[in-house]
């Protein structure tokens, strides 16, 4: 059988779907897989920002679009890009390869802390969260893949970029300075995370055969959470959750236009807990 999987053009996707292929491989030696590269709303429009042409979902409709028409059998996505509401029909059927979830600050040379002034990023929660640590920093939104990111700090238009780590190691990258911030600096929902999407009821042989059941629980989680509160990349809002020993705990941030809300909780249940967070998260916004 010939499975079609789509995915998008840029270098960082097809290192991803590459690597669901090599596993789906491993598990059915008999089957043979194709990738399908796809153009999606995201990739076209990159001199706006994805806040003002849509948000969620820009870099993956035209790809659900073939999903639900047969043209492909899976999708591979970074978690993090995914809407929390899916098209009716279409599921997460495997969540896996989770690295590291971190953002970083990527400049070249011998930059100096106190020499960053101008920081790109198109992330509101990346931005939220990097003014309390850079205060005298100016932040300048930035689109393109991750080496066009990389050429305009390198060509002066910025003097660093926010980035996930785990992007920059699939890429191989590491011609670039790389300074940490922190772990206070809470990631995207889904970050690190490589989510397969299929039609509900379809695939689901191979979606259980390279599903990680600890990292799907940690995607729940966190996902929940962004529903409840109604977050997304129109808003600062960051979840990051730890599945260990059947016990799930997770770090939030959520900023509306008042203050900053930042959590610590844990449960077995990622939906319940997502839930009981967004809750005090919306509680907390609401008294300030």
Known sequence: MNIKIGSRKSELAL???????????????????EIITISTQGDLQRDKTLTSFGGAGVFIKEIETALLKGEIDMAVHSAKDMPVKLPSGLTIGAALLRED?????????????????IIATGSPRRKAQAEKLFPNAEFKPIRGNIQT??????????????????????????NVNILPLGSDFICAAGQGIIAVETVEGKMNKYTDAINNPNVMTELIAERSFLKYTGGGCHMPCGASAVYENGEITMRTFFRDAKTDVRLEMSDTDPIALGRKMAKKTLELSEEE
């Open 15 to 33: 290192k991803q779907s590459e690597a669901v292929v090599n596993m789906l491989r491993s598990e059915f030696p008999d089957d043979t897989f």
């Open 101 to 117: 979830r971190s953002d970083c600050l990527v400049c070249f040379g011998d930059t100096k802390i106190d020499n960053i002034k």
């Open 149 to 174: 990111r990389l050429d305009k700090v390198k060509n002066g238009e910025y003097d660093a970029v926010i980035m996930a780590r785990t992007a920059l190691a699939r890429l191989n990258i590491n």
